[in-house]
C-alpha cells in the first residue's frame, strides 16, 4: 500500500503548489480570509481565521485521494470548514468542479467576483503534478484500507505521514519559491522514511565523538522548542535541564518538524491548544526514525519503574464531552521525540525538577 504514501506526497507537493501560489500574489492572500464559526475557534487566540487555501488543499486532497482510492474519501478529516459566506451573504460550498473553468467560477462567488485571483487558484489546483522517491519504489506492503483514515495539515497510531514545506529557499532573480517534503512509513515492522539518505550521509562523513554511542547520548544536554505561550513552571524547570538550550517558536507544526530534521531533541507543549492534524504527520515521521509523540500529562503521571508503555497519541477517540474543534483536542498536551531512551532520561530529569516548583507554587 505503499502507493497511498506515493499519492500523498504527489497531493501534498499539490498543496504546497496553492501555498507557493497564494504567497507569489499578495493581494490574493489578503483575500483569503474568513473568520471562523464560533464552534470552530481555537481558544488560544482572541481571533482565529481559517483561509480559502486551506479549504483548497482539503478538498484537493479529498478529490485525489477519492480517485485514487475509491471509498476513502469519508475517512478523510480535517480542521476547515469548507463553507464559504462571500459579501452578498451567500453561503457557497468549496469543491473541485470537473473543470478548471467551473472551479474558477465557483471561486469567483467566494471572492466577490474577483476573476483574475479566482482563475489564477483554480489553474493551480487543476494544475498536474509528479512528484517521486525512488526509496518508496522498492516497498511491498499491504494496509487494509478499511482500516485507515487521513488527517488533513490517522486512525489509532499514525501509520504514514508526509510533511510538506512550500517555502524553504527562494531564487533571487525570479522570486519563486521551492520547498522540501518529509516522509514516514510505520506498519508491521517495516520502518522508512525520508531522512535516511541524509542521516547516513552525515554519519559516514563525520568522525564519531565521544557523545556519539548510545550510552553518552542519553546523559548528554537536551535542547527543546517550545511555545511562546508555554506555562512559567514548565519554562523554569526546563530551564534546570536543558539549560539556555530552550528555543521559542511558533507553529505547533513546525516545532514537530525541528524534532524530526533533529535540530532538538525534545518538542513539549503542556496546554490543549494542539489538534489532532497538528500532530499527526510528524508522529508518524517519528515513529518511523524510532520516536514519537506522547500525552505530556499521562507520561508525568506514570511511575517511572511501573513498566508500562509510553502514552502514545492517539487518533481514533474523541475527548469525551467536547464540542467542535476540541474533540480532537490533545488535551494532555504533548512531548514529541526523536528517541525512546533519551524521552526516558529526560522524562526523569522533568519531574525531579517541577517537584519543588509545583509545591513552591
Partial sequence: MSEILQELLRVSEKAANIARACRQQEALFQLLIEEKKEGEKNKKFTVDFKTLADVLVQEVIKQNMENKF?????????????????????????????????????????????????????????????????ALDSIVINIPQDLMGIWVDPIGVPLMGVINQPFVSQDLNTLSWKGQCYWGLSYMGTNIHSLERAISKRNGSEKRTENSNPESESSSAFSAVISTSEKETIKAALARVCGERIFPAAGAGYKSLCVVQGLVDIYIFSEDTTFKWDSCAAHAILRAMGGGIVDMKECLERHPDSGLDLPQLLYHLENEGATGVDRWANKGGLIAYRSRKRLETFLSLLVQNLAPLETQA
Avoid at 471509498?71 to 463553507?83: A, P, Q
Avoid at 470537473?98 to 479566482?118: D, F, H
Wanted: proline share 2%; charged share 30%; net charge negative.
Fill in 70 to 134: 475509491p471509498g476513502l474519501e469519508k475517512n478523510i478529516f480535517g480542521e476547515e470548514s469548507n463553507e464559504f459566506t462571500n459579501d452578498l451573504g451567500e453561503k457557497i460550498i468549496i469543491k473541485l468542479c470537473s473543470t478548471e473553468e467551473e472551479t474558477a467560477q465557483l471561486l469567483s462567488k467566494v471572492l466577490n467576483g474577483n476573476k483574475s485571483a479566482s482563475e489564477a487558484l483554480a489553474k493551480v489546483v487543476h494544475q498536474d503534478v509528479t512528484f517521486a522517491d525512488a
